[in-house]
């Protein structure tokens, strides 16, 4: 058996031809990074305006998109009573109304299960309709968990009760699950956080739905056929 002697090994060619293969390795590896990088910006730049978009649903945007803000605090901070969190969501309302931008964040949110008709119906309450935030809050939550859950289930904070009431007339309803009251809080989070504050989901978003439903329960409130509206039973 022949062994190559040192000239062999270290040639000409057998060097040119280890480097010339370690400089492809390298070329080839620049390119993928290079592909890799491109990618990214890529996905970058199309993050950018989503981002911006949830921003402006959320408030968190730039500073000049905020309202009701000041240098030196929100106007939610100094929320004490009820009618200041419900003055407050009125204002807030009537702000979106003229809104083009949350209009456009809200022609582009999608929540599952909620259908053209359903979305167009809940445009209307919150542009077009009255500014009576407890009808609004309690107009969008049938349509987005039903009649039945509202007549039948509490709701509660985080899946959880809230303190019983001592009353003798206690309302014994169990507490709708914490999917479907994670249904509410993200669509309300989108007309402002207030809405989801502690103080806020009790004020705005539970008594009005929880009283709705002892309504529906009782037989005092009734839904019209085939429509999210409802009537109160007249009284003789």
Sequence with gaps: MDIPGDNEIFSNSSIEGISESRDFSISSNY???DQRLNNIETTIRDLIPRIITIENCLGIGSKQSKVFTTEAYPEEWSLRRDEDYVNFAKKKILHLRNDISWRQCFAAYQ????????RSKIDFILTKGPINVSKIVNSIALILIGAEDIKNYLI???GEAVKKSTRVNMD???ILAIEK???LRTFFSLIDKVFISPKGWETLVRKPINQMGREFFSGKRKLKSNSGDWTRKKRN
């Design 111 to 118: 929540l599952e299960g909620l259908t053209d008709q359903q």
């Design 31 to 33: 390119a993928t990074i």
């Design 181 to 183: 009251e994670s249904r």
């Design 156 to 158: 509660g904070v985080h």
């Design 172 to 174: 014994t309803r169990p």
